[in-house]
């Protein structure tokens, strides 16, 4: 079965620090995408990737960076975190194929303090 | 670029009654079209996909959408809705030969008994 898998489902950190955030799927996609939920907005896309050491910009990638390193692994920073980064973080992984739905990870709780 | 418009924040239903969420979208090309639920604390699954053919697309525990061309519509339905149908529900376009998504904010379907 299809299997993302995001490292934390619950983070605290504090204002200031450097975030990582990984995702890894089991699924040989070449796509792979990051999203933050806030309640009322939906999900924002921040960045995404289309193969190894590529990526691309979204919606929002203000304060945030990506590095995709292998195939299976797409990691979210968060070069020095600030409280409106608080929020929750999905990351989602497709195949090339445009008609190709997404698969999700079940997330992760940020909170930065 | 395209936009997505779900009419209604929240959908409070009683069970064993029909249901609608609505989807509007707006796009200068052709697009895919997706339904996802999220369960409380988990990702989101995909419902239904709308690619071609058919206007009538079921999927996942008993859910169908219409595809209207005409009125830019994807309305998502079920004749009869059980207390573990409540979730949130997202719409979601994809313009043809692209893999992105662009997500509407989210409608909460309540189910009470």
């Known amino acids: 079965d299809v299997k993302v898998t995001q490292s934390s489902r619950y983070l605290v950190k504090r204002t200031g620090e450097k975030v990582f955030l990984e995702c890894v799927q089991d699924?040989?996609?070449?796509?792979m995408f990051w999203y933050r939920q806030d309640p009322g907005l939906g999900l924002r896309l921040i960045y995404f990737?289309?193969?190894?050491?590529?990526?691309e910009k979204g919606d929002i990638p203000e304060g945030y960076s990506v590095s995709r390193e292998k195939k299976e692994r797409f990691s979210l920073i968060l070069e020095s975190a600030s409280t409106n980064q608080t929020s929750m973080y999905l990351c989602?992984?497709?195949?090339?194929?445009?008609?190709?739905?997404?698969?999700f990870g079940d997330g992760t709780r940020l909170s930065i303090l | 670029a395209q936009s997505v418009t779900q009419l209604d924040s929240q959908v409070p239903v009683f069970e064993e009654a029909p249901v609608e969420l609505r989807c509007n979208y707006s796009?200068?090309?052709?697009?895919?079209l997706f339904w996802y639920v999220q369960y409380p604390n988990q990702g989101l699954q995909l419902l239904l996909k709308?690619?071609?053919?058919?206007?009538l697309v079921k999927g996942i525990n008993g859910f169908e959408a219409e595809f209207n061309k005409s009125q830019t519509s994807f309305h998502l339905r079920k004749p009869s809705v059980h207390i573990s149908d409540t979730a949130e529900y997202f719409c979601?376009?994809?313009?043809?030969?692209?893999?992105?998504?662009?997500f509407g904010k989210g409608t909460m379907l309540l189910v009470s008994p």
């Open positions: 709308y690619l071609s053919g058919s206007t």
């Open positions: 990737s289309y193969d190894v050491k590529m990526k």
């Open positions: 979601a376009v994809s313009p043809v030969g692209y893999s992105t998504l662009t």
């Open positions: 796009s200068s090309v052709s697009v895919y």
């Open positions: 989602a992984s497709s195949s090339g194929q445009s008609n190709q739905p997404q698969h």
């Open positions: 699924m040989d996609h070449e796509n």
